[in-house]
C-alpha cells in the first residue's frame, strides 16, 4: 500500500478510515474506544481489517448458534505478525483478547473474540517463505511432517503421500487446521490404535499469551508443550508442529456389519479395539445408529447401495434402532492377497445380524476425505451453512448401557426428530496421555466411549435440538453418568472446574504462567467472562 498522503500522516488518515467503518458495521463503538489506536503504528496494521466481510466471516461459526463481533481481523502474513499483536496486548494497559481461527469449525462461538482480534490462521498459507508443510526424517524420530498450525489436515495428507508416507491419526473431516484439532485432541476411528492426534506430536512452535514464541517438545519446555495439546486454545496459538509419520497404503477394505442388540455392538467393538499378537488388527472403527428416522446412508458418508435401503430401513422400523459397526482394514498391492484371510480372522465370531455384512473398496484419500463428497452434495442444496447444534461426550464404558437406554432408546426415539449421524465408538485410554490438557472421563475403565450427535437443522428450527442436547445433559447428570464434554461449552467457573476435574488446579497454574492476562480465546469462557 503506498503510505504517501501528502501533508497529512497516513497514521490518521487510516484510523479516520477505520473509525468511519466501524460505525458503519452494525453503528458499533468507533475503532478508538474498541482498541489502542497506537495499534497503527505497528507493521501488521494493513493486515488489520474491519470491512464488513471480514467481521462477518469472524462473528459466526460453523455452529450457527452463536453470533460475536470482533473489532478487527488480522490476516497475517507470518507468525511475527501474531508474535507483534500478542505483545502489543500484553503490553497494553488495557488489554484486548484475541483468538486464532483457522476453518471456524466449533459450534459454539470457541473462536471468536469480543471487542477483540480474530487472527485468520488460513492468512499464514500465503507465507512467502515457502512451503509451510515438509516432510523429513531423523534417526531418533523416524518421518515426520513440519506443519504450519494453519494447515488443513488434506493438505498435509496430500503432500505427505508424495513421499509414500501419511500421518497415523485423523479426525473424520479432514478440512479442519492443524492446530485446531490439536488444541482439541483430534479423534476418529483409528484413536483406539494410534491415540487423538495429540498423541502423534513430536514437536510445536506456539505463541504464547505473553507474546513469546516458544519450541516445545516432550523434553524441551514440556510444560508447554503438554499444556497446548488439547489446551483449547487457552495457553498459546500453534503455528508449526511435527507430526509422526508412517507408511502409507493405497486401498481400504471398508466393511459395515448390522446389530439389533446394543450389548452385542459393543462387545464386538471393544473385542476388535484390543486384538493384539501376530495380526496386525484393523486400522479402523467406529460405529453408528441408524434409526427409523434417518436413513442408512447420511451425508457423512454414502456407504450402501440402493439395493440395500429396504431392507435395512425395515429392520430399524422393527427394532426401533440399528447399530452400524464399521471396520477398516489398509493394504497395497503388496499385501492385497492377504487382506481376505486377514478380515475373516479378524471378524470371526462376531455378532452382527446374519447377512448383514457389507463390503467395498476405495482407495485410501477416498476413504479419508469420505466426508467431503457429503459436504459438497449438501452445499449444492443449501443445507450446509446451517444450525448445527452438535453434542460430542466421552462417556464411562461402565455407563454406556445406561446411556443407551436413557438416551438412544428413550429421549432420542420419544423425539423421533434425529437429523444427523450419530456416533458411538470406544477408545483405549492408554492411548491417551494424562499429562496433556485434554479431558477424557475418570474411570478405572481401559476402555471409554465417544458419542456424537451431529444433528442440523433449518435456520428457525434448531432451538428443539439445543433442548434435546440439554435433557440428555440432564439426564446423565441425574443418572450420574460422569460424561466429559468433547468440544466442550460452558457458561459458568463452576461448569469448567468441574469438566477439568483433577486437572482444574494445573491448568488454571498453566494460564497464569503462559497467558496470565487472559488474551487467548475468550470465546471459550473458561477465564473470560
Known amino acids: ?40 503504528s ?35 502474513l507470518s507468525p511475527d505478525d501474531i508474535v507483534a499483536l500478542i505483545r502489543f496486548s500484553f503490553s497494553s494497559s488495557v488489554p484486548f483478547s484475541i483468538a486464532a481461527r483457522g476453518r471456524g469449525h466449533s459450534v459454539r462461538g470457541q473462536a471468536m473474540a469480543h471487542n477483540g482480534v480474530v487472527v485468520d490462521m488460513r492468512s499464514l498459507n500465503n507465507d512467502s517463505n515457502g512451503n509451510r508443510i515438509n516432510v523429513a526424517r531423523s534417526s531418533s524420530l523416524g518421518w515426520y511432517a513440519d506443519v504450519g498450525g494453519e494447515q488443513l489436515w488434506i493438505d498435509v495428507l496430500l503432500a505427505t503421500l508424495e513421499h509414500g508416507l501419511a500421518p497415523r491419526s485423523w479426525t473424520d473431516y479432514l478440512y479442519l487446521t492443524v492446530g485446531g484439532t490439536l488444541s482439541n485432541a483430534g479423534i476418529s476411528g483409528q484413536s483406539f490404535r494410534h491415540g487423538p ?18 519450541r516445545c517438545s516432550r523434553n524441551t519446555n514440556s510444560e508447554l508443550f503438554y499444556a497446548v495439546l488439547g489446551g483449547l486454545g487457552q495457553f498459546g496459538i500453534i503455528t508449526r508442529a511435527r507430526i509422526a509419520l508412517e507408511l502409507a497404503p493405497t486401498k481400504v477394505r471398508w466393511v459395515r456389519m448390522l446389530y439389533h442388540d446394543f450389548s452385542a455392538f459393543t462387545r464386538d467393538q471393544e473385542h476388535l479395539i484390543s486384538i493384539h499378537g501376530g495380526i496386525k488388527g484393523l486400522d479402523y472403527v467406529e460405529g453408528s445408529l441408524v434409526m427409523p428416522q434417518s436413513p442408512a446412508n447420511n451425508w457423512r458418508s454414502s456407504f450402501f447401495s440402493s439395493a440395500d435401503h429396504s431392507r435395512i430401513a425395515s429392520l430399524a ?14 493394504y497395497d498391492d503388496l499385501t492385497a492377497d492377504g487382506v481376505d484371510g486377514e478380515l475373516e480372522s479378524l471378524l ?18 477416498d476413504f479419508l476425505n469420505r466426508v467431503r463428497s457429503g459436504e459438497l452434495k449438501l452445499q449444492s442444496q443449501g443445507l450446509w451453512d446451517v444450525p448445527h447444534p452438535w453434542l460430542n461426550l466421552f462417556v464411562p464404558r461402565s455407563r454406556i448401557f445406561d446411556f443407551d437406554s436413557g438416551v438412544f432408546r428413550g429421549i432420542l426415539k420419544k423425539q423421533n426428530k434425529t437429523s444427523g449421524p450419530i456416533l458411538v465408538y470406544p477408545m483405549n485410554r492408554s492411548k491417551w496421555d494424562d499429562r496433556m490438557s485434554a479431558v477424557i472421563p475418570d474411570d478405572v475403565d481401559d476402555i471409554f466411549y465417544s458419542v456424537g450427535l451431529l444433528q442440523s437443522s433449518g435456520m428457525h428450527d434448531w432451538e428443539y435440538l439445543e433442548n434435546q442436547n440439554k435433557e440428555i445433559l440432564m439426564f446423565c447428570e441425574k443418572a450420574g453418568i460422569k460424561v466429559k464434554q468433547y468440544l466442550p461449552h460452558y457458561r459458568s467457573k ?30 471459550q469462557r473458561i477465564f473470560t467472562p
Open 1 to 40: 500500500m503506498d503510505k504517501s498522503t501528502g501533508s497529512i500522516p497516513f497514521s490518521f488518515v487510516l484510523l479516520f478510515v477505520l473509525s468511519r467503518l466501524m460505525s458503519i458495521i452494525g453503528k458499533r463503538r468507533p475503532w478508538t474506544s474498541l482498541l489502542p489506536p497506537e495499534l497503527l
Open 42 to 76: 505497528l507493521d501488521l496494521a494493513t493486515r488489520l481489517h474491519i470491512d464488513p466481510a471480514a467481521i462477518s466471516l469472524a462473528s459466526t461459526d460453523f455452529g450457527k448458534l452463536t453470533r460475536v463481533i470482533p473489532a478487527a481481523v488480522l490476516y497475517p
Open 494 to 523: 463452576a461448569e469448567w472446574v468441574n469438566h477439568l476435574g483433577p486437572k482444574w488446579e494445573t491448568f488454571k497454574a498453566w494460564k497464569n504462567k503462559f497467558d496470565p492476562k487472559a488474551i487467548l480465546s475468550p470465546g
Open 197 to 214: 492426534q495429540i498423541s502423534n506430536v513430536f514437536e510445536m512452535d506456539v505463541i504464547t499469551g505473553r507474546g513469546e514464541l516458544v
Open 348 to 365: 470371526k465370531g462376531l455378532s452382527f445380524i446374519p447377512g448383514l455384512i457389507f463390503a467395498k473398496d476405495v482407495s485410501y484419500v
Open 317 to 330: 422400523n422393527q427394532y426401533g434402532i440399528l447399530y452400524s459397526l464399521e471396520v477398516a482394514k489398509y
